[in-house]
């Protein structure tokens, strides 16, 4: 490889049908080419406060501080984590898939005290193992993964569950990364102290900002806090002051970023919520219509499944790489591997945001069939 002499770059296009990032609106990506501006710019100003409204809208409340963190949605965790804990804090984490074992490996090095309510990969938590777990031991923080990408499975009994947190003096956090943009998210209704969400799933976007949503609640434990936050780039004190009227420099905004995220937001606000999750339900159901007519099972039960990301079992017998790699070369359509616990056991097929569409999914189920032979 000469690298003076490279030619242009020129991927080839794939029907992201994995676990994210997911396609790219079209609308998104002509945004996206607009002009660089400053991010003290008072047109690029404009913008973030259109964001915030945008977003407030979409996570379903009024949060004052809602606004996005630069990086992906591991960014969004980190921000929650690093603002809330402080060393010694009790922290309490709902594992039931990669994510939440994620989750509580970066509390711990937050400084925190780490205890684990665990569950099978696909299972869901009942809320009352949350009253449980919390009247035999208090938590500041408790932390929810709303959809495990890596198996699946939808959280329910979130307002049941942020009411006994609330009852134990306890603050909630929950991972909305592949939930925001694809079905409900009621961050006010809910009573969620800090949820977050990457753009890369069902907001169409490309990976790279991560919203946030903070409680008053939260806000003011935030604070209160007695040390600095242990996170200088993900500091939502000092974010917030770039954010808010004073627009006090902290980084360098991704600007292109931000105008793709806008036009996400507001293909969203077109859509309407009530259309939007209807959609990625309908399609998801004829996902599993389809992949259970072909004889394939489905990892998680349909009570608990989860519209945007269907785990499917691999026939035994089957190589299940051999069946990713046919689909991306020959068909040109990704899906994913199973992750941790289910790794070699499913394949991970989501239907995201753009990517939620019929023709999607009869794409992939006859090719799928034809790979499989069925
Ligand atoms: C539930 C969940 N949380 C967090 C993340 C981390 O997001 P990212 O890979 O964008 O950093 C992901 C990514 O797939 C996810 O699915």
């Not at 604070?223 to 996170?231: D, Y």
Request: with cysteine; proline share 6%.
């Amino acid at each position: 490889m000469d690298p003076f002499d490279l030619p242009d770059l020129d991927p080839v296009p794939r029907l992201l049908l994995g676990p994210g990032p997911s396609p790219v609106h079209p609308r998104v990506m002509r945004a996206m080419a607009a002009p660089v501006v400053g991010h003290l710019d008072p047109q690029f100003l404009q913008l973030l406060d259109e964001t915030r409204a945008l977003l407030q809208f979409v996570f379903q409340t009024r949060n004052e501080l809602t606004l996005t963190v630069s990086g992906t949605g591991t960014a969004g965790m980190e921000a929650a984590l690093a603002n809330l804990i402080e060393p010694g804090d009790a922290v309490l984490v709902g594992v039931n898939g990669y994510f939440g074992g994620r989750v509580a490996d970066m509390a711990v090095r937050y400084g925190a005290e780490v205890r684990t309510l665990e569950r099978p990969w696909g299972e869901v938590f009942d809320p009352a193992e949350f009253e449980t777990a919390l009247r035999q031991r208090p938590a500041r923080v408790v932390v929810l993964i709303h959809a495990e990408t890596s198996t699946g499975a939808l959280q329910p009994g979130l307002a049941d569950i942020a009411r006994i947190v609330h009852e134990h003096g306890g603050l909630l956090v929950l991972d909305c990364v592949t939930s925001l943009g694809g079905l409900p998210v009621e961050v006010d209704a809910w009573g969620i102290d800090i949820a977050y969400s990457g753009t890369q799933k069902c907001l169409a976007c490309p990976p790279g900002l991560a919203p946030v949503t903070v409680s008053t609640r939260a806000r003011q434990a935030i604070q209160r806090r007695k040390t600095k936050t242990a996170n200088w780039y993900l500091d939502l004190s000092a974010i917030e002051r770039y954010w808010g009227p004073e627009h006090v420099y902290h980084h360098t905004a991704p600007i292109s970023l931000h105008y793709g995220l806008r036009e996400g937001l507001r293909l969203i606000v077109g859509e309407g919520l009530e259309a939007r999750f209807a959609r990625h339900r309908a399609n998801a159901e004829r996902l599993w219509a389809g992949l259970e007519a072909m004889g394939l099972a489905l990892h998680v039960p349909v009570a608990h499944r989860l519209p945007s990301l269907t785990t499917v079992r691999v026939p035994v017998g089957v190589d299940e790489a051999a069946v990713r790699r046919r689909l991306l070369n020959d068909y040109h359509i990704e899906v994913g591997a199973g992750l941790g616990a289910l790794k070699g056991q499913v394949w991970r097929i989501g239907l995201m945001g753009y990517g939620s569409q019929r023709q999607n999914v009869t794409l992939l189920l006859s090719a799928l069939a034809e790979v499989l032979g069925r």
